[in-house]
Nanobody
Framework: QVQLVESGGGWVQPGGSLELSCVAS????????VAWYRQIPGKERDMVAF?????NNIHSAKGRFPVSRDNAKNAVYLRMDNLKPDDTGTYYC?????????WGQGAQVTVSS
């Protein structure tokens, strides 16, 4: 069974940093496109970051939230620096390959003073 397990969420003050992880089991995450989404209750999920299959952090080096892979750990990471209150929400990783789509359980990120 394919599972994506997220961790790394929490509360930070504006300007703080968090790193979310998405660790897969049951499949090789390196063969999947992985997107990170932010969701507010009652709203559509918004994509905030993306890394293609076989991609590494070079692909998102100029993005606000870089995405990286550690294939040895079967994991993808979202590095969030200089966080703002508008970044608050539940973050989900989504791995897609062909018709297969898997979601993490979500990680809560709260940015407030």
């Amino acid at each position: 069974q394919v599972q994506l397990v997220e961790s790394g969420g929490g509360w930070v003050q504006p300007g703080g940093s968090l790193e979310l992880s998405c660790v897969a089991s049951g499949t090789l995450l390196s063969t999947y496109d992985v997107a990170w989404y932010r969701q507010i209750p009652g709203k559509e999920r918004d994509m905030v970051a993306f890394i293609p299959r076989w991609g590494n952090n070079i692909h998102s080096a100029k993005g606000r939230f870089p995405v990286s892979r550690d294939n040895a750990k079967n994991a993808v990471y979202l590095r969030m620096d200089n966080l703002k209150p508008d970044d608050t929400g539940t973050y989900y990783c989504n791995a897609v390959s062909g018709t297969n789509s898997y979601w993490g359980q979500g990680a809560q990120v709260t940015v407030s003073s």
